[in-house]
């Protein structure tokens, strides 16, 4: 067989067994491994030697895989019977010897060194990973301790193993401190129960995590707020390992919210809590009351703050309140009350107590007292201001606040109308027949058109003559449930949302209109000062003047002195410049009731003034005027006549009353004692005066006392 | 899932590596226990393994060399593996010296292999990365700075988006690539296919792989096709392995023995 032939088949065992990407010249090599094998044959030649060097060099030509050892010796193989002679054919089996033991050293060579680079090769794989987890480990390590939250890690038995700076920084502890410590001793006396429960089921495995906020106490003593976040950490079987605590200072979030939540709750006039606070106490007072539990809501109201707010300017109406305020918190605290102030001039107290421990009758009571000093304000005299008070008390099981307040503000509106001054009970009995202000505020609107105003007229007669002087036209709500309220049940209210206009108007018409059919020689109609601001007052005047065709000095309009002592405003004095100008007379009313100010006289020309009932009330409960009382009043109704002034007294109700008026030479009286007040009685022939007596006829007809207890509708003058 | 951003993974040797079977299949030593033993299995279920692992060499190697002749300069090899005997740097620096070679694997001993063998040779280096985070891989291949984005580059895919499910969305994954590579660039696949062998045997294959480091999905003709978006293939198109322009010192017999697609494309 030629070297040409064996070469092309080294090749082609070369081809079967190689590695197609090794990038070797097959052909070469085939050449090469066929003239080895030919001079491995000659007859001196060392065969076996040969052989190995074939075995080599297939190795080393990476011809590495069992089926190539294979492959080389069959080529050796199939050269066999070409070759002739034993010697050479022992040569041959020398030479296949050798490529085996030639190729298997040199793969065993291979191996070895191919192991080892794979080692290496894992082993700098290995070490990569593990600088790499050292250098994230670094890494994560700063991130840790430079987080701006604290991280702790701790063990399962509750020992701190790890803390971080900030958490270091957050409690004032150091990580020494801090590993020698144990969770349990970063218990704050405010934890509720819940907190160390919740530790306890994450410890024992019963849940994974858990969040709260919490405080601690720092190292220093002060407290911190946290928002604190810990998870469990279960090692492989599940079991718990570790805890994780991600703990977050929120202690200046936590102030800033406590200032709000202040604030919020806080009037910020006079510091005390405001509606929302107190009614929440409330909420909770009647929420989950035992037995015997008694809750008791004190309505408070000022009497006569708005005169003061209106005559003193704002300022010194917001020093009074803090002066009220700090004066009924003050009073309050034996008590225990909670003092709250629920706007403007109203405040309340809220007692909460066991049956038979307080008498809300009593604290009440002492809080009026104690409003009795004159409060010292800012820049001012001493001020006094009075007040009336609703006292609601009951059992706090069934109660609710909604009612609780409603039937307050009853008992408030009740004290109020009883005279002011005074501290009122709730009497549930009354309650049906009242409305809370919230309600005529309700119904107001519309009252006119639903036709449920009426007017009842009360004579004005003159002391001397007994003639009728006037008539007082006074209103009347018939209230489709209630019946017939005064005007003090509705008119402050209404002024306070321009109800009062369309009141005022009616009223007007109303008057003018009965004036026309009545025999009266003229009217008196109460004006509010909202009137005095509406641009459409004057010609309303006109057209129902001009409407009941009678002349305008038959017209009187009365206005409170507290009124006319606050027309700062040129509108509407200049309104009453005018209608003075057409003929309309001018009435002071309720003279003397609050600083009179007498230099308020010269201001419009004023025709009549009529001094406040409030002068007889003293003589009423059967008390005669002290001797300066009389030099006073009887001073006044001298200076009034001294400018031409008529003075009416009002409210009198008895003999002895008329006696007095009449000595201090009052020139007109009205009052039960002279006549009630009643519907026009339409004059079938419209002309002449009625045979008025000086001795009231109704009073007479009644048959009754005029000395019994003065009713509420004697006070009432609108 | 390598990371180099952050914590390694750790290495597991007693987990098959694809990439040192494949040395096996070889006939190469750079391998271990279970890799061999696991390679066993699988030539005992598939005999003409390694004759297909061979057969998927002799296609990179006329592929290179065609990519060459093209004036490709520019490899990025992506699931390159164990560098064995000879590889596509020993190839291409053959044919051009100046030729860049970047191989790229997720098996972090494969790639501290390829290191070491690669040590001192200046036009080809081995990093750590995953074809399946093309962002990151591509970002540590401009940090390399061996290849220059501007000029063409080839990049081949061999015998590797087999072990990427549907789910990573490969043909995605790859336009990432083809969007990197300037004008000119290529994209060479070889693939393996059910579509030549009976289901039990594709089967079989595939849950034996179940346990290695990478899972197998064969894909058809078809699939092969699409993996090509955005490029022209050049002739002969999408073929078995062993058609691809064979050369004299390759067979087209049996060329259906070898149950593998292979293509390459150009970005025009």
């Known amino acids: ?718 | 899932m390598t990371n180099p951003q952050w914590v390694g993974d750790d290495i597991d040797l007693t987990r098959p590596s694809v990439s040192r079977m494949y040395d096996y299949y070889l006939g190469g030593f750079h391998n271990f226990g279970p890799d061999r033993e696991m390679a066993e299995k699988a030539i005992a279920g598939w005999p003409e393994l390694p004759q297909i692992m061979r057969a998927n060499r002799a296609f990179l190697r006329r592929g290179v060399t065609y990519l060459i002749d093209q004036g490709v300069r520019q490899f990025l090899d992506i699931g390159s593996g164990i560098p064995t005997v000879g590889n596509v740097h020993e190839v291409a620096q053959e044919l051009a010296p100046d030729a860049k070679i970047v191989y790229v694997d997720t098996d972090p001993v494969a790639v501290a292999h390829s290191k070491q063998l690669l040590e001192g040779n200046t036009g080809a280096a081995a990093l750590s990365g995953d074809f399946t985070r093309p962002a990151e891989l591509l970002q540590e291949v401009q940090q390399l700075g061996l290849l220059d984005p501007q000029k063409p580059t080839a990049v081949l895919l061999n015998a590797l988006l087999h072990f990427v499910p549907d789910e990573a969305k490969p043909a995605e994954l790859i336009a990432h690539y083809r969007d990197w590579s300037a004008t000119g660039s290529y994209l060479m696949i070889s693939h393996a296919t059910h579509e030549l062998h009976p289901t039990e045997q594709t089967e079989g294959f595939k849950q034996l792989y179940r346990n290695a480091t990478s899972q197998m999905r064969f894909r058809g003709r078809d699939e092969v096709a699409t993996f090509f978006e955005g490029y022209d293939l050049v002739e002969p198109g999408i073929e078995l392995l062993t058609r691809w322009r064979p050369d004299e010192a390759s067979s087209t017999q049996d060329a259906e023995r070898f149950p593998g697609w292979a293509g390459v494309g150009r970005k025009p």
């Open chain 1, 1 to 718: 067989m030629s070297q040409k032939r064996l070469s092309a088949d080294w090749e082609l065992a070369l081809r079967e067994s190689g590695d197609p990407l090794a990038g070797q010249d097959f052909a070469h090599l085939a050449e090469r491994l066929a003239m080895v094998t030919l001079a491995g044959l000659t007859p001196t030649a060392d065969a076996e030697k040969s052989g190995r060097r074939l075995g080599r060099m297939l190795a080393d030509a990476h011809f590495t895989a069992p089926r190539a050892i294979g492959q080389a010796v069959m080529v050796l193989a199939r050269y066999a019977p070409d070759v002739g002679d034993l010697h050479r054919e022992r040569q041959l089996l020398l030479m296949q010897g050798g490529l085996a033991a030639g190729h298997a050293s040199a793969v065993q060579q291979r191996l070895l060194t191919h192991q080892e680079a794979i080692h290496q090769a894992a082993s700098a794989a290995r070490d990569e990973v593990a600088q790499a987890l050292s250098e994230s480990e670094a890494r994560w390590r700063r991130l840790v301790d430079q987080a701006p939250v604290g991280i702790a890690i701790g063990d399962i038995e509750g020992n701190i193993l790890e803390a971080n700076a900030s958490l270091q920084r957050m409690l004032g502890f150091t990580l020494d401190d801090m590993r020698g410590m144990r969770i349990e001793q970063f218990t704050h006396p405010e934890d509720g129960e819940d907190v160390w429960e919740t530790y306890a089921d994450l410890v024992a495995g019963r849940s994974d995590e858990y969040r709260m906020e919490k405080q601690y106490v720092r190292k220093d003593g002060e407290v911190a707020w946290t928002n604190l976040s810990v998870s469990l950490i279960r090692d492989p079987d599940g079991e718990p390992a570790f805890q994780v605590a991600v703990v977050e200072d929120i202690t200046e979030r936590h102030t800033l919210q406590e200032q709000l939540s202040h604030e919020a709750t806080h009037d910020p006039l006079t510091g005390l809590p405001n509606r929302v606070l107190f009614l929440r106490r409330l909420d909770r007072a009647v929420a989950d009351p035992g037995p015997d539990d008694r809750v008791a809501v004190l309505f408070i109201d000022l009497d006569g703050f708005k005169f003061v707010n209106d005559s003193r300017g704002h300022i010194v109406g917001d020093r009074v309140l803090i002066a009220v305020a700090e004066r009924l918190a003050e009073a309050a605290q034996a008590s225990g009350a909670l003092v709250a102030r629920l706007a403007g001039d109203e405040f309340v107290a809220l007692l909460s107590s066991r049956r038979g421990e307080q008498r809300p009758m009593t604290v009440a009571e002492e809080l009026l007292a104690a409003l009795k000093k004159p409060l010292n304000v800012t820049g001012q005299l001493p001020v006094q201001v009075g007040a009336s008070i609703g006292v609601v008390e009951l059992a706090a099981a069934g109660a609710n606040s909604a009612e609780i307040m409603q039937a307050a503000d009853l008992a408030l509106h009740a004290a109020k109308e009883a005279g002011k001054g005074r501290v009122v009970e709730h009497d549930p009995q009354r309650r049906a027949g009242q409305l809370t202000k919230f309600q005529v505020a309700m119904q107001l609107p519309g009252l006119v058109e639903r036709g449920e105003l009426a007017l009842v007229y009360q004579p004005l007669v003159r002391l001397d003559t007994g003639a009728v002087h006037s008539v007082e036209a006074l209103l009347r709500w018939n209230h489709p449930h209630m019946g017939p309220l005064s005007p003090d049940m509705f008119i402050r209210i209404a002024e306070e949302n321009a109800a009062i206009l369309p009141i005022g108007r009616w009223v007007l018409d109303r008057a003018c209109a009965d004036m026309a059919v009545s025999a009266w020689p003229a009217v008196n109609i109460n004006v509010s000062v909202r009137q005095l601001y509406s641009p459409r007052f004057l010609n309303d005047i006109k057209r129902a003047l001009d409407l009941a065709q009678i002349e305008p000095s038959m017209l009187r309009v009365e206005i409170t002195e507290s009124v006319v002592m606050n027309l700062d405003d040129p509108e509407p004095v200049a309104v009453l410049d005018t209608l003075v100008n057409m003929g309309v007379r001018l009435v002071m009313d309720d003279f003397g009731t609050g600083y009179s100010n007498l230099a308020a006289l010269r201001r419009l020309p004023w025709h009549e003034l009529k001094l406040a009932g409030a002068f007889l009330e003293s003589s009423r409960a059967g008390q005669a005027w002290s001797p300066t009382d009389q030099r006073i009043l009887q001073t006044l109704v001298e200076l009034a006549h001294s400018i031409d002034l008529l003075v009416t007294a009002e409210g009198v109700e008895t003999a002895e009353q008329d006696q007095q008026v009449r000595e201090i030479g009052c020139d007109v009286g009205q009052g039960w004692f002279y006549a009630r007040p009643a519907p026009v009685i339409i004059q079938p022939s419209a002309t002449r005066r009625p045979a008025a007596k000086p001795t009231p006829p109704q009073a007479r007809r009644n048959g009754s006392a005029p000395n019994t207890a003065p009713m509420p509708t004697i006070q009432v003058r609108r």
